[in-house]
């Protein structure tokens, strides 16, 4: 199985900082990444796919980049309703698998 | 807009069976694959079962192989999860997730609210 490691598992910032969350994969996954955001209490989002591609609807500030095993998801000027827990997920091969996930707090 | 809204969670004891269902509306369920997923009480997200649009394959990871089973109604846009001999590291949240970007393409576009299994004694 691809094993998917994400750093760092916590992560505070202030609103308006930049902020970067690092996946890397045990073996190449070439492109086939996604990232979802996860709020307590609620069910995952899809924010990216493809590694760079940002779903409908997904403010602009999120972004995406990486390609075979180290990838990264920046988020350009955080904002209090970016409070929540980020996985990747690659799709490369079965059995997909998630990073453990990242929390962004606030300070 | 897209639904999807599990049910048949519960309180179970080890070696128990249990069937989520997950009802779909909002898309034309029969044209996408589906999957389910799950999360332990503070853990992160497993990859549980996918199915294909027909219903004809299904693949499921190694931890529940031989004791879940995934299925679908497409004349009742329905996914179906059969959970059998059921143990105490299956008690977790169970999500259904639309397959959104094309056939076992495994990008998950939407998601259920979640439906929450425990096994206990």
């Known amino acids: 199985d691809i094993q998917m490691t994400q750093s760092p598992s916590t992560l505070s910032a202030s609103v308006g900082d930049r902020v970067t969350i690092t996946c890397r994969a045990s073996?190449?996954?070439?492109?086939?990444l996604a990232w979802y955001q996860q709020k307590p209490g609620k069910a995952p989002k899809l924010l990216i796919y493809?590694?760079?591609s940002l779903e409908g609807g997904v403010p602009s500030r999120f972004s995406g980049s990486g390609s075979g095993t180290e990838f990264t998801l920046t988020i350009s000027s955080l904002q209090p309703d970016d409070c929540a827990s980020y996985y990747c997920?690659?799709?490369?091969?079965?059995?997909?698998?998630f990073g453990q996930g990242t929390k962004v707090e606030i300070k | 807009e897209v639904q999807l809204v599990e049910s048949g969670g519960g309180l179970v004891q080890p070696g128990e069976s249990l069937r989520l269902s997950c009802a779909a509306s909002?898309?034309?369920?029969?044209?996408?694959?589906m999957n389910w997923v799950r999360q332990a009480p503070g853990k992160g997200l497993e990859w549980v079962s996918y199915?294909?649009?027909?219903?004809?394959?299904?693949y499921h990871a190694d931890s529940v192989k031989g004791r879940f089973i995934i299925s679908r109604d497409n004349a009742k846009s329905s996914l179906y999860l059969q959970m059998n001999s059921l143990r105490e590291e299956d008690t977790a949240v169970y999500y259904c997730?639309?397959?959104?970007?094309?056939?076992?393409?495994?990008?998950?576009?939407?998601w259920g609210q979640g439906t929450l299994v425990t096994v206990s004694s």
């Open positions: 997730a639309r397959d959104g970007y094309g056939d076992g393409y495994g990008v998950f576009d939407n």
């Open positions: 909002g898309f034309s369920f029969s044209s996408y694959t």
């Open positions: 199915i294909t649009r027909s219903g004809s394959t299904m």
């Open positions: 073996q190449s996954i070439s492109s086939w």
């Open positions: 493809k590694a760079s």
């Open positions: 997920q690659q799709y490369n091969s079965y059995p997909w698998t």
